[in-house]
Each structure stands twice: as structure tokens, then as C-alpha cells.
């Protein structure tokens, strides 16, 4: 069983449901990454999504831009990334980024190096699907789950193309637009989380938007999960000050976890 099976299973049987947490690597410093993830983890995460710095993150609303951004500006490498989190075991590590980076170090070549450093499943946020054959084929090798994004405007063709390739969880987009967008009047995903429970059996977990623990409270009524980013990419950026802030993003996150459970 794969970790990821393996984690839905055992929150199926607490009867919970998952909080994924999503950080970028390199803000703050790169040497800070294990005293974050291992923060996140002692506040009761079920897996952590690593976004792995991108000039151009097209998905990412201002927050998760300019974090990115910052840590370009340190000379964070994909690389790099992959060697700070070494050893690092506690939760699932997925990796979140975009296609040009793992092009230029060759798709067999970054699968490998993503599944040696701990990474137990990957979101490549601008690959569709009719066009991963590649991808697919070099993460099936290396054992790694790939996690596709599904949209409220996702046709069910296009829907039907995620379910057949996703592995891990469905990533279901809450509403149109960026990560970090405001809240919407009307929730998107309730409608979006069941076309994709009528095509598969694999988790569904809702992101984009979601910041408080009624949020997840909300989400976790329909889904197998949330996924909390800009939110605590944030929080870190204010408050984590080389480990000084870290009980109050302790505190945090273990509020939003609480929000998973009955």
C-alpha cells in the first residue's frame, strides 16, 4: 500500500478527514524546511504539499507568487529542494510544481530524484492530462503518485481523462480562479465533488480559498480533505522568524486539523 492509500485508510477508520498543508521551499531560508515540516507534522497534518519555487506559477494566486519569488531570489533550486528534504518521514511529501524545471532536469531523471529524496506523490499544476503520457510513464517507474487537478469548469471528458490517470487523491479546485482568492458566494466544489464521486473511488480533496477552520469544516461535509496554502504560506512568511513563531503556527495548524475531525 502505497502512503498515501495508506494514510485515507487510516483516516477512514478514525472516521476523520485529511488536512494537507502546502509550504514553499525557501521561504523562509532554506535551512528552516525541516523545522517547518516538522512543525506542521507535530500539529497533526496528514501530508504536506512542497511547492517547489517557479518564476512563472500561473496557478498561484499573489501569496504563494511572491513566496516563490523570494525564494528564487535566495538562489533556491529545484535540486536544492530535493536534497533539504532528505530524511524527512513523518507525513507524505507532495511535490507541487510546474513542468519547465522538471523538463530541463529530465522527467526520469527528476521522478527518480523526487522518490529518493521522500516524495511520495507529485501535482504538476500545468500539465492536462491528454498530455502527460510522459510524465506518467517516468513517475509509474519511480512509485510515485500523481495527484491531478480537477475544476468547476472541468468538462466531463476532461474529468474522465483525471480520474483514468490520478493516483494518491483528486485535487478538486474550489471555485474558478487563483490560489488565495477571496471566498465565494456559492461553494463550487459541492457540485464538482460529486461528478467526480459518480466516475471513481479515489479521495477527493478540496483547495484554493481555504483559511479558517470552519473552512475545513465546510469542505470536510462533502470531501476527503482540504488542502490549506496561501493561508499558511503567509502565516510562515509573518510569523515563523527562524523558529520564534513556531508554537503560534502550531497552534494554527492544529486548529485546522480539529476542523477534519466528527
Known amino acids: 500500500m502505497k502512503r ?23 521561504d523562509p531560508a532554506l535551512d528552516q524546511l525541516l523545522p517547518i515540516l516538522n512543525t506542521l507534522a507535530d500539529a497533526g497534518t496528514d501530508a504536506i504539499e512542497i511547492g517547489l519555487p517557479f518564476s512563472d506559477p500561473i496557478a498561484d494566486g499573489p501569496t504563494i507568487q511572491a513566496s516563490s519569488q523570494r525564494a528564487l531570489d535566495r538562489g533556491v533550486t529545484t535540486q536544492a529542494v530535493l536534497e533539504a528534504i532528505q530524511g524527512f518521514n513523518r507525513v507524505p511529501l507532495i511535490l507541487m510544481g510546474y513542468l519547465n524545471p522538471m523538463m530541463r532536469m529530465g522527467l526520469p531523471a527528476f521522478a527518480q530524484a523526487a522518490k529518493s529524496a521522500g516524495a511520495s506523490a507529485t501535482i504538476v499544476c500545468d500539465m492536462i492530462p491528454e498530455e502527460g ?82 473552512d475545513v469544516r465546510d469542505v470536510c461535509q462533502v470531501a ?20 520564534e513563531g513556531s508554537a503560534r503556527i502550531h497552534d494554527a495548524v492544529a486548529a485546522l486539523k480539529a476542523a477534519t475531525r466528527p
Open 4 to 26: 498515501l492509500e495508506e494514510m485515507f485508510a487510516n483516516l477512514r477508520d478514525k472516521q476523520e478527514k485529511a488536512l494537507i498543508s502546502f509550504v514553499t521551499a525557501g
Open 133 to 214: 503520457a510522459d510524465w506518467f510513464a517516468a513517475s509509474r517507474e519511480a512509485g510515485l503518485d500523481n495527484v491531478l487537478l480537477a475544476a468547476p469548469t472541468s468538462t466531463s471528458e476532461r474529468l474522465l481523462q483525471v480520474v483514468n490517470h490520478a493516483q494518491g487523491f483528486i485535487y478538486a479546485v474550489s471555485r474558478t480562479g487563483v490560489t488565495g482568492a477571496g471566498n465565494q458566494e456559492a461553494p463550487e466544489y459541492v457540485s464538482l465533488v460529486e461528478r467526480l464521486r459518480r466516475m471513481t473511488d479515489l479521495p477527493v480533496c478540496v483547495g484554493f480559498g481555504i483559511r479558517e477552520p470552519q
Open 224 to 243: 476527503d480533505g482540504a488542502v490549506v496554502g496561501s493561508f499558511l504560506v503567509d502565516l510562515i512568511h509573518r510569523e515563523w522568524k527562524n523558529g
